[in-house]
């Protein structure tokens, strides 16, 4: 208690430089925290992807499509036990700056594949009805406040011409981490419109989707299907959606990195700030730690003192800054929701901004410990306090 | 207060009967200190010889070396060579951490500046050395006012040092020089900083802790007057001692 209330008392001392150190760290942990959020984000796509989901797509580039002839022979493959197909569409909604994910979906199978995006009876039903029906996320209708039974026009860029549609469902995402912004249609409306539009380019299939039945055979399964059409006029890539995701997330991974490097930049700084508060610290009270020590205090008191005081500022600095991480990370999250669909402060980062907290309060005191404890106590009692 | 007292006393006239040998022994003391490419020698060869129950001024011109032969008795510096015996241990043989626990069971510190913690209060200052002993919180506290009661600070326990006056720091400091009962106590000019009327107060608490207390005082001062409220004085100069000069006892 004693020793307690003397770390916190010799804490206090000196208000403003805590509370201006204490500020540095809340910011600094903070700022930790958004950005380790950030690329949280960044992958959320690959994390919240099904381990028992494979994706299928031309082996050249995902700009070329796939026969719609490929549907039976990957639906035969020994262990895959559903399939289902998706176009990306790419419209634009009303500007080019509203942008939000839009497939074009072979609507039944590909809603019993992915059981994450939550739709009542209701809303399912009139989607499937309804051949220009579309349902959309969560964020997306309340970004553009759309309701169910709203009519929405997309502008093609890859299919021509203007799209009309009748919202029939919003979908809720059945995890934080499930993708609320994505925007769907029938497939079926895609192709017999394209049909009449652009003749011979109907029947193309963007990506397949394939569900296996356990998860543990899916590497063998994907080199099945890429097998069954080797030498085909159009050879195919199976990946687990995973890989898939990741495969977007790697061209911008230089970003990334660059993200991770300021994090670490900003911690570092704060370390430096608080390293030099507790030199300072130390310093001005090298006489009283001098007469401590001529009483008998041994030097495992005088560190106890100073890394005390050091992690007592810092874990302060860093509580306060995990605190703050959820609504201004919530606040961050609606500003880059188009961007960053998943935006959510994950349990890793909390651990990694105390980790953070902890680590320079405690790098902070190796100096000043160490000199405290070392100094001649008759040099040190002289030191004019 | 009164049973503290009496414990003291029954304690050091134990020790007393116990050591015929001089309380502090200081045989053919060498220190010097190196400044730049020069060594001084501050001390060349001193002897002295301090009785238990004692009260010695040293006095001597500034640099003559008086605080550095206090502060090998303290033990808080080290010898280059030579002898230095407290109740018959060689103190200069002890290692770092031995003898901060020496320190802290057998010596009492006044200092000029006083050196109270400024975060503690007066009551928490002179509990702090028995932060180093086996005590209770609640015997800790016991005993660390009386100590106060002793130097007439009862009604002063929870002032911090910049709430109290010279005279009271001083007070304070030597309550905590007290609290853990030491062999011997030494103060390096605790009148120093203080004006006359409350150096005098200060001087006849020493004195008085001294001759009721039966405790072993070793002072440095520059002052005359203040040397006269010991037993002895003793001259340095020039890192040699003269002889000594016992002070006659004055009417009060
Ligand atoms: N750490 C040190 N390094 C170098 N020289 C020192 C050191 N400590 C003391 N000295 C020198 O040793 C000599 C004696 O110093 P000391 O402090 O013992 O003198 P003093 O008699 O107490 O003087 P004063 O009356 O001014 O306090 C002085 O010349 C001083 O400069
Ligand atoms: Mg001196």
Redesign the interface.
């Known amino acids: 208690?004693?020793?307690l209330s003397?770390i916190i008392?010799?804490a206090l001392?000196h208000r403003l430089r805590t509370a201006l150190t204490v500020l540095g760290m809340v910011v600094a942990v903070l700022a930790f925290g958004l950005l380790a959020t950030v690329v949280d984000a960044w992958y959320a796509g690959a994390d919240a992807a099904s381990d028992k989901r494979l994706v299928t797509r031309n082996a050249t580039s995902l700009v070329f499509p796939l026969p719609l002839t490929y549907y039976p022979r990957i639906r035969a493959i020994d262990g895959v036990q559903a399939v289902s197909w998706a176009n990306w569409f790419g419209g634009v909604y009303k500007e080019p700056k509203n942008f939000f994910p839009q497939f074009a979906i072979e609507a039944r199978g590909y809603l019993a594949l992915y059981p994450e995006f939550l739709l009542s009876d209701a809303e399912r039903e009139g989607f499937l009805r309804d051949r220009r029906g579309a349902i959309v996320g969560r964020k997306t209708a309340e970004l553009y406040g759309l309701r169910v039974g709203d009519n929405i026009t997309l502008r093609g860029t890859i299919y021509p011409g203007n799209w009309d549609f009748v919202i029939r469902g919003i979908y809720h995402g059945a995890r934080k981490n499930t993708d609320e912004t994505q925007f769907f249609f029938h497939w079926d409306y895609l192709n017999e419109t394209i049909k009449i539009r652009i003749p011979g380019r109907e029947n193309r299939i963007g990506v397949y989707i394939a569900e296996v039945s356990d998860a543990s055979e899916i590497a063998r399964i994907a080199r099945d299907i890429d097998a069954q059409f080797k030498n085909a006029s159009a050879e195919t890539l199976s990946e687990t959606e995973k890989a898939f995701q990741l495969g977007f997330v790697a061209m911008t991974e230089a970003i990334v990195v660059a993200i991770r490097l300021v994090s670490y930049l900003v911690i570092f700084i704060i370390m430096a700030v608080m390293a030099n508060t507790m030199a300072m610290t130390a310093r001005e009270r090298t006489?009283?730690y001098a007469?401590?020590?001529?009483?008998?205090?041994?030097p495992a008191f005088l560190h106890g003192l100073i890394y005390g005081e050091s992690l007592a500022i810092a874990l302060c600095g860093g509580l306060l800054g995990v605190v703050l991480t959820f609504p201004v990370a919530a606040w961050v999250g609606h500003i880059l929701g188009k961007f960053l669909p998943v935006f959510t402060v994950s349990i890793e980062t909390v651990q990694m901004q105390f980790i953070a907290a902890l680590l320079v309060g405690f790098l902070a005191a190796i100096w000043p410990a160490r000199t405290a404890a070392r100094v001649n106590?008759?040099n040190g009692?002289r030191a004019v306090? | 207060m009164s049973e503290a007292q009496g414990n003291t006393i029954e304690h050091t006239t134990a020790a007393q009967a116990a050591n015929a040998m001089p309380l502090v022994r200081v045989h053919q003391v060498v220190k010097s200190y190196q400044r730049g490419a020069q060594r001084v020698e501050v001390l060349r060869g001193l002897t002295l010889d301090i009785q238990a129950g004692e009260f010695l001024a040293l006095m001597g011109p500034s640099g003559s070396g008086k605080s550095t032969l206090l502060?090998l008795i303290?033990g808080?510096?080290q010898p280059d060579s030579g002898e230095l015996r407290v109740q018959g241990q060689d103190i200069g043989q002890l290692s770092e951490?031995d003898l901060?626990?020496?320190?802290?069971?057998n010596v009492g510190?006044i200092?000029q500046?006083y050196?109270l913690?400024?975060?503690?209060n007066a009551l928490?200052n002179v509990?702090?050395?028995l932060?180093?002993t086996n005590l209770s919180?609640s015997e800790r506290r016991a005993r660390a006012e009386n100590a106060l009661a002793l130097v007439g600070l009862a009604d002063r326990m929870d002032h911090y040092p910049n709430e109290l006056s010279g005279g009271q720091q001083q007070r304070v400091a030597i309550a905590?020089a007290l609290i853990s009962d030491p062999t011997l106590i030494v103060a390096d000019e605790p009148t120093g900083d203080l004006d006359r009327e409350s150096a005098g107060e200060i001087l006849q608490l020493m004195q008085a802790l001294n001759q009721q207390l039966g405790k072993t005082i070793i002072m440095v001062t520059h002052d005359q007057r203040a040397a006269e409220h010991a037993q002895a004085i003793m001259h340095l100069e020039k890192g040699v001692l003269s002889s000594r000069e016992e002070v006659q006892p004055r009417a009060n």
């Open positions: 208690m004693f020793f003397l008392r010799n001392r006489s009283e007469t401590l020590r001529a009483l008998g205090f041994g106590i008759v009692l306090a | 502060n303290a808080i510096d951490g901060a626990d020496w320190r802290a069971r510190f200092f500046f050196n913690m400024p975060v503690l928490e509990e702090l050395p932060m180093l919180r905590r």
